[in-house]
């Protein structure tokens, strides 16, 4: 049996991660109406550095709002954040989408796929096709959830959802998303733009928090503690905070510079 694995991947596992083998059998390559496991495995983090003050932000957020709402551009650090975070959950979805899902049967597939249940994976792979409308496809799903649903914490994580904010049932999904999800259900959009504006008018009704890449931005503390961590010198670790104005990226970038300039110099 074969199945469609990234050789150089670090999701080649699956039982390390807990995909029942209904969901192994469903992205058999022979199947074919298999599933890509890596879009619904969160990234493994490493080199992580603890930044307490997001997480205070996140757990505030998700005490008010039923969904967060992390936004900022690539390389702002929403995954490596989300990723640490679901870490808190015993039971975490985390689907990562791109621009192949904007057609819904796919998106829905997968959607449901990363909730990772067996029963669920079941009906999964003996339904490809959705019935309509959008609405009607969501409320059945979380009300078979609510009868399988053990009561803990739950985490449902959406990487990259910018990819499918032009998808003519992306706001009936998101708004049938919203007000099915259980009290004990979390719902955490990581996105590089915002999203259409009936959405982002759920600011003002308090259904939606924002975590902003103002916010995300690492400040002079958490810029020192990093560097420090990479063996750089507070110095250092300021000229970079100066030049990057604390995106991961570009802080990465800098102290990558300053190692080969240091092994240059050796």
């Known amino acids: 049996m074969q199945y469609i694995y990234n050789e150089d991947s670090e999701y080649t596992n699956s039982d390390s991660h807990g995909i029942p083998a209904v969901t192994r059998k469903l992205v058999n390559s022979h199947n074919p109406s298999r599933l890509i496991p890596d879009k619904i495995l969160a990234p493994l983090v490493k080199d992580f550095v603890a930044r307490p003050r997001l997480i205070r932000l ?8 039923g969904a967060t709402l992390l936004l900022g551009r690539a ?4 995954t490596t954040l989300a990723a640490h975070y679901a870490g808190k959950y015993e039971q975490a979805a985390w689907f990562n989408v ?25 009906e999964t792979e003996q339904s490809r096709d959705f019935p309509k409308p959008i609405a ?12 399988l649903d053990s ?19 992306f706001g009936a999904f998101f708004f049938s998303l919203i ?20 959405l982002w008018r ?18 002079d503390s958490e810029t020192q503690i990093l560097f420090e961590k990479l ?22 970038e800098f102290a990558a510079a300053l190692s080969i300039e240091e092994r240059v110099s050796i």
């Open 58 to 65: 996140l757990d505030n957020s998700m005490s008010k709002f």
């Open 136 to 147: 009607y496809s969501v409320e059945t799903f979380f009300s078979r959830l609510s009868v």
């Open 231 to 252: 063996g750089l010198s507070s110095g250092e670790a300021e000229s970079a905070q100066n030049s990057s104005f604390g995106r991961i990226s570009k802080l990465r």
């Open 98 to 122: 791109d621009s192949a899902d904007v057609e819904w049967a796919a998106f829905f597939r997968y959607f449901r796929a990363s909730f990772k249940d067996p029963l669920l994976m079941q």
């Open 202 to 219: 759920l600011r003002s009704k308090q259904r939606l928090g924002v975590i902003d890449e103002r916010k995300l931005a690492f400040n």
């Open 179 to 198: 007000h099915s999800l259980m009290p004990n259900m979390h719902l955490l959009l990581l996105t590089r733009c915002k999203p259409p504006t009936p």
């Open 75 to 78: 390389g702002t650090g929403k």
């Open 151 to 169: 009561g803990q914490p739950r985490l449902i994580v959406l990487d990259n959802v910018h990819n499918i904010f032009d998808a003519d049932w």
